[in-house]
Structure formats: C-alpha cells, structure tokens
C-alpha cells in the first residue's frame, strides 16, 4: 500500500488535507528529491526552499491568517510532517521542521505583537531563517545547566556564552535562544529572540554529523553581544518552563516524522524483496522475510497510532506529555529498527552508498537523540507514572 493511500484509510483526515498532502508529496518528488545527491554533496540545500516553503503555506500552518499562517490545526501539521519524508532528505526536512515547528511556535505563544511582526511573521513567510539555541557544549540533555549568560544592562541584555548542534545555525537570521539571566538551575533561565546581525556573534564552526547531511548544523559563540531586552520572550527566569512546553510539538513532529520516514522506507524495502530474486525465487518468497515485514509493519501502525492518540489530545486541548513522550520513544526506537532492518534486507547492496538505504540509516539514528534523548523520554515517564 502506498503512502499516499494509507493516509486516506484515517478518519481524522479529509478532502482538505488529501490537498495540503498532495501538494507537499508532489512539491517533494518534482523539485526536491531530483537534488538529493548534489546537495548532500555539498552539505546544504539552497536557502530559496525556504522561501518556496512558504509560498506553500508550509512555515505556519497553525499560526493565525493576520501573522501569515493558514490558521489549521495539528491534523493538517501532521500531514506535512507524514509528507515531507517524500523528498529523500531527512536533512532538509528536519531544518524545515525546526523553522516550522520548533524554533517559532513559542513566540506565537508567549511572545508580543513586537516579537510576532518582527520575528514570527518574518519566519512564517519564509524570508527569515529561524534557529533553536537550547544545547550547548556542556548542557544537552540536562537544560537546566545552560551557562550562556545574558546580563542585563540598561535597556540591554549582554550575552556571553556558547550553543552546539544548533541546526540551521551557519546562516539562521536569528536565535530563540536560551539564557541565564538567574541564579544556577531550572529557575534562572530565560528565553529571548537573538538577532545573528549583532556585533560579537559568530558562527564558531560548522559541525561535519554522521547523517542529514544537507542540513547546516554549528557551534555559535556569542562574545559582548548587545541584545534589546525588549527581545526577551515572555517573562524572565520563566525560560525553562518555556523551553519544556515547546519541546512537546517538537517531539511530536519528530515522531510523526520518524514513523512516516520508516513507513517510507519499508515500503521501498517490499518492492526491493519483490525484485531481488536468490536461490531461484524472489527474498519476499521466503516465510521468514515475510515475517519481518509484515511484523515492522503492525509495529509501524501502532506507533503512528500513539503519535495519532498525541495529536488528537492536543486538538481537544488536553494535556498530551504522556503520549507525546512515548510517541517519540517508541517511534523513534522503531525507526531505527526498522532502517536497520531494511537494510539487513537489501543485503550487500545496503552497504553501498549507491542504495539509498545506507543513507536513511545514517539519517535515521539521529532521532533517539535530538530532540530529547530515549534514556530523557523514559526519565520522563517515570515521573509521570510516579515511579
């Protein structure tokens, strides 16, 4: 079955996401996926995708029409999110996804009309590249131990300090960054809009990654940088509570993103089977690889359905942490699995950088860790179970 129609087979979805579907899958296999080998060759995409992106309404799919957004809601971010997988580039779509979905949502949120016109309107028409500065060199997983300071001084914030793994970050026009503006912990954390045009800013390196090799990622340094503190997002030293809230669309994405990716990835798995023939009779002629499949196959619908219990949650206002937190431990431990073993299938072939498999599986094993680690996802849920 392909994706394109078992997506249809969901009630949550109808005529008008069938259309926003369409329109991604086809913008991704006629004008994105031919380009697949020259621009991970070259280690990035133009940045004109980003401004095509947004011509398709694709930057701010749930922002409001006055701000430039479609005004939709989860159900039509997760069709983008399930389509996007179609142009072959996990790099490319995980940059496009942290424009989208993960470095701008929380200043339509908590940010003024100052920070929306400015910053968030500019992302969402896709003439701004936006990205999240959360991790850094001695501070990933564990947030609460950021050092990058922020020092107010009259009517400025001077920050000092340092970011890695920062996707987007060689040519981002700005940072929602995380600061410490307080003492040491969780409470002295906050949240500003970073403009990267600002004096004692640099890009310290670009960071060479294992996968999703046509996405820029950077080490940032920020040395005396002058900041309006009028920049600050929300409230100070409320940046971590921020920081938690936005991590759960950004989880949920990644989730969607992954079992879609791997859903992709099986499907051109079977018809490889169908294809390679071996002592006389095609590899999906044989019980135990038939198996295999059909076994990724039931575990790939549950876990979409996890990711679908996550959203549905979200769209009647509920709380959503639980799900969205074993959405993207269980569906990003299966993505791996699932590439894996796809690639165990095409034998030989899947070592060779020819087959596009080999790819995926290095793109693949990122998404246990960005993002919130599996070991951080299942410390969340003890927490919640009271364990």
Request: charged letters at 25%; a negative charge.
């Amino acid at each position: 079955m392909s994706q394109s129609v078992r997506y249809r087979q969901y009630p949550q979805f109808g005529e008008q996401h069938e259309a926003l579907r369409r329109t991604v899958r086809e913008w991704c296999i006629k004008e994105l996926r031919p380009h697949v080998e020259e621009w991970e060759e070259a280690r990035l995409f133009p940045r004109e995708i980003f401004n095509r992106a947004a011509e398709l309404g694709l930057l701010g799919i749930r922002a409001p029409e006055e701000y430039g957004g479609l005004g939709l809601d989860w159900w039509f971010t997760t069709a983008y999110a399930e389509e996007m997988v179609h142009c072959g580039m996990a790099g490319l779509t995980m940059a496009l996804l942290v424009q989208s979905d993960m470095a701008t949502p929380v200043i339509g949120e908590i940010g003024n009309e100052y920070h929306k016109r400015n910053f968030w309107e500019p992302a969402i028409r896709g003439e701004a590249i936006a990205a999240l500065g959360i991790s850094e060199p001695d501070a990933g997983s564990d947030v609460a131990q950021i050092r990058t300071t922020a020092r107010r001084d009259g009517d400025d914030y001077v920050v000092n300090g340092s970011k890695t793994y920062i996707t987007n970050g060689t040519r981002a026009d700005f940072v929602t960054l995380a600061v410490r503006t307080g003492g040491q912990g969780f409470a002295g954390i906050s949240l500003m809009l970073f403009p990267t045009d600002t004096k004692g800013f640099s890009v310290s390196r670009k960071l060479e990654k294992l996968g999703n090799h046509c996405s820029d990622t950077a080490e940032l340094s920020f040395e005396d940088c002058r900041v309006p503190a009028k920049n600050l997002l929300g409230s100070e030293n409320m940046g971590f509570y921020y920081i938690m809230q936005n991590f759960q669309g950004e989880r949920l994405v990644g989730a969607l993103s992954a079992v879609a990716g791997a859903q992709r990835v099986l499907d051109s798995t079977v018809e490889f089977c169908r294809d390679r023939k071996v002592f006389g009779r095609a590899i999906v002629g044989f019980q135990t690889i038939r198996h295999q499949i059909v076994q990724l196959e039931a575990e790939l619908e549950a876990a979409r359905q996890l990711c679908y219990r996550a959203v549905d949650l979200i769209c009647r206002g509920h709380n959503a942490v639980r799900e969205i937190t074993m959405a993207k431990l269980i569906g990003g431990e299966l993505a791996c699995k699932v590439a894996d073993r796809c690639l165990q299938l095409h034998g030989g072939a899947g070592y060779m950088a020819e087959y596009e498999i080999s790819r995926i599986f290095r793109d693949t094993r990122l998404i246990t860790i960005g993002g919130g680690t599996s070991e951080i996802m299942r410390e969340i849920l003890t927490k919640i179970q009271g364990l």
